[in-house]
Structures are given as C-alpha cells and as structure tokens.
C-alpha cells in the first residue's frame, strides 16, 4: 500500500483506506450522523493501530512508483471494480484467478469475517430548483423510468463495470450475462448489501480532510500513536460539527 496516498490529506483518498478498513473493523458504523460524530472509538483506534502495524513492519511503500501491484513492486492494493477496465488495456496479463486474486478488508480478531462491511462510492442526482417545474417532472419521470427496469441498471453496468446500488445483483437474472462474462465482478455485486455509503454532511470535504491531517497521516508518519491519533482526529471533527 502506497504511503505517498496515505500521507496525504486529501479527502476522498480516505475512502479508499481509512474509511474502508474503518467500515469493516466496525462492522458498518455510520462515523458521522447528520451533526453528530458516532464513531466506533475501539474500531477507529484499530484501524489507525492496522496501518501502525504495516508501517512498522515497513509494509508500506514510502515512494511515488506507477502501478506498484500491476509491476509486482507492492504485493497488495485496494481496487475498485473500475481498475478491470483500465487492466484490461494496460495490464492485459491480469487475470483474475491467475495472476491476481480478491478479498474483502481485513478485519480485527474479534469482528465476524462473513461479509465484513466495506465502501461504497455513492453518486447523486440533483434536480435544480431553479428549473421550471415542468422540467423538473420531466427530469422525475425521467429518472423513474431509467430506475423502473433492472435491464437499465444491467447497461450501466455492462458500460461501466460499476455494479448499481441493488442487493439482488447476483440474483437477479438481467445481471447473470455481465457476471458470467467477468466473474471479477461477482464479489463487487456480492458485497453491495454489506456496504457503507460516507458520510451524509454538507461538510464532509473538510470533516475527511481532518481524517487523514488529524489521525491517519500522522500515524503512518510515525508521529502520533493510534490512540493520540484518533483522540485528535475525533476532538477537530466534533469541533467542526458544533
């Protein structure tokens, strides 16, 4: 896992280390409720204490290198389903059961391995209020339509590798052929009942950033322990919240 990312603040980048491990070591806890800071503290804490451990036992690459898994210089990442699009013109020698395999977030020793939940990347849709009301229906019939139909949802599926929000993905016969033909895929569709959207506050851009400028960068610094990590992490984001 590249150290390089996760030094960095940025906020989005949380969502593919903090908040993934984070999800699964709290078996799903909602971090931030409306105004309200929720968080797990003992799952938070174990999930800094995780990257803690990587960084002393220097598993984690501490230099900018171009596709660390791909070139076989890092011997794990996290992926999302849209990385298989991208491999499949750079990286056509990844396969999948051959020379790259899958796994859900780790998960400490006292939380249930079936189904450890993860992140879900969640996109929205916004209708302007400014809009004249007859397209603002036009945009709502629109919208029911496209959602009316799983065989909507197996084309944007088929285009994008991205597995719409249903739980019934791998049920659902319209999906099967998309499965099939990419069994990658499977555990994406397979996990998406047991994953957790980010938070729902206007502010989450500056709450994330004290994630990482708070708590985790400074952990997998070195420069702050697990506990003092998350203490100040948690204390700039309750502040935040007031």
């Given at each position: 896992?590249?150290?390089?990312?996760?030094?960095?603040?940025?906020?989005?980048?949380?969502?593919?280390?903090?908040?993934?491990?984070?999800?699964a070591?709290?078996?799903?806890?909602?971090?931030?409720?409306?105004?309200?800071?929720?968080?797990d503290?003992?799952?938070?804490?174990?999930?800094?204490?995780?990257?803690?451990?990587?960084?002393?036992?220097?598993?984690?690459?501490?230099?900018?290198?171009?596709?660390?898994?791909?070139?076989?210089?890092?011997?794990?990442?996290?992926?999302?389903?849209?990385?298989?699009?991208?491999?499949?013109?750079?990286?056509?020698?990844?396969?999948?059961?051959e020379?790259?395999?899958?796994?859900?977030?780790?998960?400490?020793?006292?939380v249930?391995?079936?189904?450890p939940?993860?992140?879900?990347?969640?996109k929205?849709?916004?209708?302007?209020?400014?809009?004249?009301?007859?397209?603002?229906?036009?945009?709502?019939?629109?919208?029911?339509?496209?959602?009316?139909?799983?065989?909507?949802?197996?084309?944007?599926f088929?285009?994008?590798?991205l597995?719409?929000?249903?739980?019934?993905?791998?049920?659902?016969?319209?999906?099967?052929?998309?499965?099939?033909?990419?069994?990658?895929?499977?555990?994406?569709?397979?996990?998406?009942?047991?994953?957790?959207?980010?938070?729902?506050?206007?502010?989450?851009?500056?709450?994330?950033?004290m994630?990482?400028q708070?708590?985790?960068?400074?952990v997998?610094?070195?420069?702050?322990?697990?506990?003092t990590?998350?203490?100040?992490?948690?204390?700039?984001?309750?502040?935040?919240?007031?």
């Open positions: 896992m590249g150290e390089s990312d996760l030094a960095d603040p940025t906020a989005w980048k949380r969502w593919f280390d903090f908040f993934m491990i984070y999800n070591a709290s078996d799903g806890n909602k971090f931030i409720e409306g105004s309200k800071f929720v968080g503290d003992k799952a938070g804490v174990a999930t800094l204490q995780f990257f803690d451990n990587l960084r002393k036992e220097k598993a984690l690459l501490a230099e900018n290198v171009t596709d660390p898994f791909e070139t076989g210089v890092s011997v794990f990442s996290d992926l999302g389903p849209w990385t298989f699009n991208t491999w499949a013109d750079k990286y056509p020698e990844m396969k999948f059961g020379t790259f395999a899958l796994s859900a977030p780790p998960v400490p020793d006292d249930k391995t079936d189904h939940k993860t992140f879900a990347d969640t929205g849709l916004v209708i302007y209020a400014s809009a004249p009301k007859e397209k603002q229906q036009a945009a709502m019939d629109f919208i029911k339509w496209v959602y009316s139909d799983p065989k909507h949802d197996a084309q944007w088929e285009k994008t590798n597995p719409p929000a249903r739980d019934d993905l791998t049920k659902n016969d319209a999906f099967k052929p998309i499965l099939d033909k990419n069994p990658a895929l499977k555990m994406y569709a397979d996990y998406v009942p047991y994953a957790v959207p980010p938070m729902d506050n206007a502010k989450y851009n500056d709450l994330q950033t994630i990482g708070n708590g985790l960068n400074p997998v610094r070195g420069e702050k322990d697990p506990q990590g998350w203490n100040d992490m948690k204390q700039a984001i309750e502040g935040a919240l007031k």
